[in-house]
């Protein structure tokens, strides 16, 4: 008879086994096995009132639920796994996608029993009944025991046996989060080179990252990859739709459906908003200050900034600033000297802000937070620039071939004070 333990970690290292060589996946939830592996810990064990259950749902998710207790200094509920080592190394990150409730969770990993007392630990929020995917880095797990801290006790995680979700907000009350799967992902930091998916009627206009996963705007379609390239999502979008950004769960897209360049100013100045996730349609905004064409847009610090086309005829730029319902608050100039055709793509990256234009040459510039200009440069951003982790850039790039189509690509800069990037 195989005991429950031999059970445990069986199914651990058949299915950590089975990822190094394919996905990656640590848990999914799709075996008649899936449970086993998995069992409720709570404050119950110090004398606690709290009440954690978990159970495998129809979907094929992992479904932690019940209700937290303050009694009896009670706190904490949790579901866990714990095995045989999981494989993982200091360079990994894993990812988890994950449904809540709106509460702050906790994400564990656990050493074998016996080895040491410590947990290590990352706090992620979640969105009500919304699907999201949180990323662990390895070098951002705190070391934990009994609720109080330890700096100076490090992971290693080569050690790593098991892992877990814990509930300890301080707030009493029902509490259910779904769990759809657990793997061991691509660090944003070694994104290096990466090809979209697919080929595509128009040119590149736009990229960005929550560090998940890429979205690509190529004109008339709007694409979701993960952080390799491989296509998850997409939709077909209005013509003429632009430069992207990221924020808060959503996608907003500079769009123009009128005119671009035109000294009259005959342009159609529109910001569309896609949720992340889904790439549903959320919500239009009028962006009509933007004079000759909204073509990109840029976030900081709880505002939009949407720049566009330029008649040839202007030697400046300009930045049309809104505030989170795109009301219009500034137009800010950039003393930048003639581009062809204005800015394009914008990105707020490391205290400065990058802008690619479009024309010949391409140009770059880059300003201070208040559009002060810090270098124009003679290099090619003008299909997509992201701001990325480390201090480095996301840089994107699409040829097109006659009867054959675009691609989209993406390789990673560093910025460079004589050169821009590279």
């Not at 064990?45 to 495998?56: A, E, H, L, P, Q």
């Not at 080895?115 to 999201?132: A, E, G, V």
């Not at 632009?242 to 035109?262: R, S």
């Not at 800015?343 to 802000?353: E, G, K, L, V, Y």
């Amino acid at each position: 008879m195989i005991t429950r333990l031999a059970l445990v970690c069986i199914t651990l290292l058949s299915i950590s086994s089975f990822a190094l060589g394919e996905e990656q996946v640590l848990f999914n939830f799709e075996g008649s096995n899936a449970a086993n592996a998995w069992q409720a810990v709570n404050d119950g064990v110090m004398g606690g009132r709290s009440v954690g259950r978990f159970k495998i749902t129809k979907d094929k998710n992992l479904e932690f639920f019940g209700t937290l207790s303050l009694e009896n200094n009670g706190g904490f509920a949790s579901v866990r796994a714990r095995g045989k080592a999981l494989g993982l190394s200091k360079d990994d990150v894993i990812v988890a996608r994950v449904r809540g409730d709106g509460r702050t969770y906790n994400f564990n990993l656990y050493p074998p029993r016996g080895q040491n007392r410590y947990s290590y630990r990352q706090s992620f929020k979640t969105q009500k009944d919304k699907w999201i995917e949180v990323r662990f880095p390895m070098d951002k797990f705190v070391t934990t025991w009994r609720g109080r801290t330890f700096p100076n006790e490090k992971l290693n995680p080569s050690q790593i046996a098991g892992l877990g979700f814990l509930l300890g907000d301080k707030k009493p009350g029902p509490f259910q989060l779904d769990v759809a799967w657990i793997k061991v992902g691509l660090p944003i930091d070694e994104i290096s080179n990466v090809q979209c998916e697919g080929t595509y009627a128009k040119h590149l206009q736009g990229v960005c990252t929550d560090q998940d996963s890429i979205y690509w705007c190529f004109t008339t379609e709007l694409v979701k990859t993960d952080l390799q390239g491989k296509r998850l999502k997409q939709i077909p979008v209005v013509d003429h739709h632009g430069d992207l950004c990221f924020h808060d769960g959503k996608l907003y897209v500079a769009v123009n459906l009128g005119k671009f360049n035109d000294l009259e100013g005959n342009a159609d100045s529109w910001v569309y908003v896609y949720d992340a996730e889904t790439l549903q349609e959320l919500a239009r905004h009028e962006t009509q200050e933007a004079f000759h064409g909204a073509g990109g847009i840029g976030y900081r610090d709880g505002h939009f900034f949407v720049v566009g086309g330029l008649p040839a005829t202007i030697d400046e730029n300009y930045v049309y600033e809104y505030d989170e319902k795109f009301n219009f608050l500034k137009k800010h100039t950039i003393k930048s000297g003639h581009t062809h055709l204005g800015i394009q793509t914008a990105t707020f990256a490391h205290n400065s802000w990058w802008f690619g234009c479009y024309g010949e040459p391409k140009i770059l510039l880059v300003t201070d937070a208040n559009f002060q200009l810090k270098g124009r440069y003679e290099i090619d951003c003008s299909l997509g620039v992201e701001g990325l982790p480390g201090g480095r850039l996301l840089v994107a790039s699409g040829p097109c071939q006659a009867g054959q189509g675009c691609i989209g690509r993406v390789k990673t800069a560093t910025p460079d004070e004589r050169l821009g990037f590279k």
